[in-house]
């Protein structure tokens, strides 16, 4: 028996990638195990923290006297030996802590708190006792108490007439309902059936249920009420009478209660098939192949996945499938759960914690073997994965902006090494650097070229919005896609409508020659600031003026970029009296369920438009929608970002996407103040690849990611000459410990400098191969834990989504 536990423990404040060493107390030494949570004393006092055990040993290097573990909290592991070797991996390539991985690998259901109280340890005066703990007992110390009392109490805690306690909340609470079983053999229940048979006909239906059942086995009293045809008193009385016990049993909230029909595989097509067959052979040959399946809007890219995770599951193996926000695609949910049933689990925040945590379990215990869910759902504690799928694998909600910076890809690629398994990474318009890596060969790209049944995609056109406005007065809709939105009305047909709200009125153009006004240094857009009345660069920190005149055309109607779904929402009705207008946005779907509710109006044609934000770009596939309308193309060009480009390509072309995709032809209204950009250009002829090699050789140019790889490091503080000075040390040291060849770009102030009270400062890093970067930032990451504690918080993101 070991006697030594390791533990990384849970202390926010003063992380650390070591385990501490425990004594394993005599009673626990069958209990504890590697990957359980366990309660730990740490620091002074009767301080406990939670911990997760990650090595158990007889040795240890301290030479003082080992604190015993104190309590286990789990009954089996919560974290298998893959989950802990990629914790280790995540840390490692993510420069965050251990612990801080773990927990995010965690349901957060398992996710500890402490919870601190205060109580007297001496007698107060009536007074302290009356102002301090009104209620006669030990009171919570929360972040909700006032500061008065705060400091009050700390003065009291000083004095020693107070004390601190420390307790762990657990909050894995798992959901029962009453269970009975028969508590005698069934000749017994027999023999009694036949005595109370006359007088008490209803006890005797019981008992005849009794009997039918397994002796050991609960079922839940509310089925045994339907099945037996009784009422609940009579099972009370017979529990009463000794003829049965009731007990707690373990029920698991189903999340969705909806049944959803089945289908069977379709027959697939030429280009499907051959996609179909490359990943099985991977599956089947315990491969770590991976493969980007690069096929156009409608080109049946879910019906390949469906049939590939099929095979998976044909070996008795298990998989995992991504989608970029399940909010947002329910349908492609439900098309899971229709070919798969009850062996599906979903994983996603729009979950109750107790569904997640019983989804989770489900998982953990083999009873689910295909799981779908969005970013963290890679982290499902699926054993003996046989395929993992990656819907729309350039969406940038796959990159978590919080410790981890984890990026989903990354990890999906992990765990297909882990398992000998494939990894599918699908879109109709890859990210730069999936396309890059197929070119490379390091992935094999199958490629659907084709819509099913040889639908056409739709007509794309672009309206220039500087003529428009040229010819009719300023409104949202251009005289082209009012006539087509007309058209569709007669015609009975549907239409989504697009408002882009990403890079909102964050920078300013001109209205007659789409004019955006750039920076000098860095060919990126210059982001306007309200608080200093500036234009700004968030490379490279250049400032200047608001411009009144366009220096293009010298036109005043140079200004902010920007409008609300609700004011387009009523000048579409105006225009349109009779339509029937369904309108999703952030406001429209705050609810839970919202977006399932909205879509399913429109799936059944209660609604004749469907007007939102970039949220309804994804996934959806109405066969009656014939017309899509992008009303401004430009806001998310318009950042200082150098993936804008990248961005409006992908968007444009996915929401292009949703027309035409059954029998009737679709067709795109584009409207653009830059028609004679490449990214909208492009868009039109729908044509991925020329826009991946043109992108390719911009970013070459630039010297942007994928030809280098990028770090980004940012310093935040109240007081805004620490944050600077801090981002000044840190540019310091990475001059000297990196080699001439990494581009090291500011400080520079962030986007929104100032955001909570706090300013942000930032530095990126571009480099090819920096032999020295690891061990430069770990010397960053530790030097920056000290000062920690005084509010300076110092941040590591590998690879970023966002420069800004
Ligand atoms: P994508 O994800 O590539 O945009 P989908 O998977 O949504 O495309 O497929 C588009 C439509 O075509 C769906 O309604 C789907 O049911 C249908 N479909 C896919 N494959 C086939 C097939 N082999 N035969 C007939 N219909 C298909
Ligand atoms: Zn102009
Ligand atoms: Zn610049």
Not at 114 to 125: A, G, S, Y
Not at 388 to 414: C, F, G
Not at 475 to 494: C, H, M, N, V, Y
């Amino acid at each position: 028996m070991a006697q030594i536990g390791q533990i990384l423990v849970d202390v926010p404040t003063m992380q650390t990638n070591d385990p501490y060493s425990y004594a394993i107390p005599s009673e626990l030494e069958h209990q504890v195990q590697v990957g359980m949570r366990v309660i730990v004393p740490f620091g002074r006092g009767h301080r406990v923290v939670s911990g997760v055990v990650v090595g158990l040993t007889d040795v240890t290097s301290f030479d003082g006297e080992l604190k015993p573990i104190q309590a286990v909290l789990d009954l089996a592991p919560v974290l298998n030996d893959e989950l802990r070797a990629l914790a280790d991996w995540l840390a490692d390539t993510t420069y965050a802590f251990r612990i801080t991985c773990i927990q995010t690998m965690l349901p957060n259901q398992l996710k500890t708190q402490t919870e601190r109280r205060v109580q007297p340890t001496q007698t107060l005066t009536p007074n302290e006792m009356a102002t301090y703990f009104p209620d006669g007992a030990p009171r919570e110390f929360t972040d909700k108490l006032d500061d008065a009392t705060v400091a009050g109490l700390l003065k009291l805690q000083r004095a020693g007439k107070v004390e601190m306690i420390y307790q762990v909340k657990d909050r894995s609470a798992v959901k029962t309902t009453t269970g009975i079983k028969p508590a005698l053999t069934a000749a017994k229940l027999q023999e009694i059936q036949g005595e109370v048979a006359k007088r008490a006909p209803k006890q005797a239906d019981l008992l005849a249920y009794l009997q039918t059942m397994a002796p050991d086995t609960l079922i839940a009293q509310s089925t045994v009420v339907k099945a037996a045809h009784v009422s609940p008193a009579v099972i009370t009385t017979a529990a009463d009478k000794g003829w049965l016990t009731k007990s707690p049993l373990e029920v698991y909230r189903d999340p969705f209660q909806q049944p959803v029909k089945p289908t069977l595989p379709l027959q697939l097509n030429a280009e499907q098939q051959t996609a179909v067959t490359a990943i099985s052979a991977a599956v089947d040959g315990h491969q770590t192949e991976n493969f980007l399946v690069e096929g156009v809007t409608g080109s049946g890219k879910t019906e390949v996945y469906l049939q590939s995770i099929a095979v998976a599951l044909q070996q008795g193996r298990t998989a995992l499938m991504l989608v970029p926000e399940i909010a947002l695609t329910p349908q492609m949910v439900n098309r899971v759960k229709a070919r798969f049933g009850q062996r599906v689990a979903v994983l996603h925040s729009g979950l109750s914690k107790g569904e997640q945590y019983d989804e989770w379990r489900r998982i953990d215990r083999g009873e689910a073997t295909v799981v779908v869910g969005a970013r963290s759902a890679v982290f499902a504690p699926v054993k003996n994965l046989g395929i993992i799928i990656m819907d729309e694998e350039h969406e940038t909600s796959y990159k978590q902006d919080e410790n981890p910076r984890y990026h989903a890809r990354d990890v999906a690629l992990w765990r297909g090494r882990y398992n000998d398994c494939p990894v599918v990474l699908g879109s109709a318009t890859p990210s730069l650097e999936t396309r890059a890596r197929a070119a490379k060969g390091l992935y094999t790209r199958l490629v659907l070229a084709k819509r099913v049944n040889d639908h056409p995609l739709p007509a794309v056109h672009i309206v220039d919005m500087r003529e428009e406005l040229k010819q009719h007065s300023e409104g949202d809709f251009s005289e082209p896609l009012l006539k087509a939105i007309q058209t569709r009305l007669d015609r009975k047909e549907q239409m989504v409508l697009m408002l882009n709200r990403r890079g909102y009125s964050s920078f300013v153009m001109c209205r007659d020659c789409g004019f955006v006004l750039k920076c000098p240094n860095c060919d990126i857009s210059l982001t306007l600031h309200m608080d200093t009345h500036t234009m700004k660069c968030h490379y490279c920190g250049h400032e200047e003026a608001i411009p009144h005149v366009c220096p293009n055309c010298h036109s005043r109607k140079i200004r902010y970029y920007g409008t609300g779904t609700q004011k387009v929402e009523e000048a579409l009705q105006k225009e349109f009296p009779t339509a029937r207008i369904l309108r999703m946005d952030v406001d429209s779907t705050r609810k839970k369920g919202a977006h399932e509710r909205i879509l399913k109006q429109f799936g059944q044609h209660q609604a004749d438009i469907l007007l939102g934000t970039q949220m309804i770009a994804k996934g959806l596939d109405f066969p009656n929608v014939t017309l899509v309308g992008v009303l401004n193309a430009d806001t998310a060009l318009g950042l200082p970002d150098f993936r804008a480009s990248e961005r409006t390509f992908q968007l444009l072309t996915q929401v292009s996407g949703r027309a035409g995709r059954a029998s009737k032809p679709g067709e795109v209204y584009i409207q653009t103040f830059n028609p004679d950009h490449y990214a909208i250009q492009l868009a039109q002829q729908q044509d991925y690849e020329r826009f991946f090699v043109t992108e390719m050789h911009m970013r070459h140019q630039g010297s942007y990611p994928p030809y280098y790889f990028a770090v980004q490091l940012t310093a935040s503080h109240e007081d805004e000459a620490t944050a600077a000075k801090a981002m000044y040390q840190i540019v310091a040291a990475l001059k000297q410990g990196l080699s001439d060849k990494a581009i090291i770009l500011g400080p520079t102030p962030k986007a929104i400098a100032r955001v909570k009270r706090k300013y942000y400062y930032q530095v990126v890093i571009k480099y090819k191969q920096e032999a020295k970067l690891k061990p430069v930032l770990e010397q960053i990451r530790q030097a920056a834990q000290i000062p920690a504690r005084h509010g300076l918080t110092v941040t590591i993101d590998s690879e970023p989504m966002n420069f800004m």
